[in-house]
C-alpha cells in the first residue's frame, strides 16, 4: 500500500504510518520521563515536512506529526540493569 507521498522539489513530504527509532528517542527524552520508563517503540499516523527551500532563511521548516503512539516499559526503581542501561545512555 501506498505509505507516503513526495513532492521533494517542492518541499513537502508526507509519509503515513511511521515509525521512529527508539534509541534516539531515548536521547530526545533523557530528563524529560521518568527513569524508569523504557520507550519500547514509536510510531505515528502521519509525519508531513515542509520545507521552503528558496526561502529557508525567512520562512520555517513546518512538521506536522499526527497520532503518536509509544510503547513503553515500566521498570522498577530496584532494576539495576535498567539504571545502568540508562546511566551509559546519558554519559
Same mark, same amino acid.
Given at each position: 500500500s501506498d505509505q507516503g507521498s513526495s513532492h521533494l522539489l517542492a518541499g513537502e513530504v508526507e509519509l503515513r504510518d511511521a515509525e521512529f @527509532?527508539? @534509541?534516539p528517542l531515548h536521547a530526545l527524552l533523557a530528563g524529560h520521563i521518568p527513569y524508569t !520508563?523504557?520507550?519500547l517503540a514509536a510510531s505515528c499516523d502521519s509525519l508531513r515536512i515542509q520545507a521552503p527551500w528558496s526561502s529557508l532563511r525567512s520562512k520555517p521548516i513546518r512538521v506536522e506529526v499526527g497520532n503518536v503512539r509509544l510503547q513503553v516499559k515500566v521498570h522498577s526503581k530496584d532494576?539495576? !540493569?535498567w539504571a545502568n542501561a540508562v546511566a551509559e545512555r546519558t554519559q
Open positions: @527509532e527508539v @534509541e !520508563l523504557e520507550v532494576d539495576a !540493569l
